[in-house]
């Protein structure tokens, strides 16, 4: 089984910077995908970024320009960098592993706060 630590959260000002980190118990040579979610307090939750194996990155329109994600698949980590944050970022951001035919858990998440 699948099992995701991520780490990173924090408070930080509009305008500021926090780069989050997913570690992943089981190597990513048997995972194909990777993915950063988020949920704020009242919405569901939505995707944020993916990254394929291979480094393919895919980030949503709403965080385009500002947000990069990337794997190291020699340290099973993979890591959102988010810049330019603001208030609207404010959420509990989670990550997730795809396979072939299944999907991860959800980790415990980590809560990352924007004061405006």
């Known amino acids: 089984q699948v099992q995701l630590v991520e780490s990173g959260g924090g408070l930080v000002q509009a305008g500021g910077s926090l780069r989050l980190s997913c570690i992943v118990s089981?190597?990513?040579?048997?995972?194909?995908?990777m993915g950063w979610f988020r949920q704020a307090p009242g919405k569901q939750r939505e995707l944020v970024a993916t990254i394929s194996r291979g480094g393919a990155p895919n980030v949503a329109d709403s965080v385009k320009g500002r947000f990069t994600i990337s794997i190291d698949n020699a340290k099973n980590q993979v890591y959102l960098q988010m810049n330019t944050l603001k208030s609207e970022d404010t959420a509990v951001y989670y990550c997730k592993a795809f396979g072939i035919g299944w999907v991860s858990d959800w980790g415990q998440g980590t809560q990352v706060t924007v004061s405006s």
């Open positions: 089981q190597r990513i040579h048997r995972i194909t995908e």
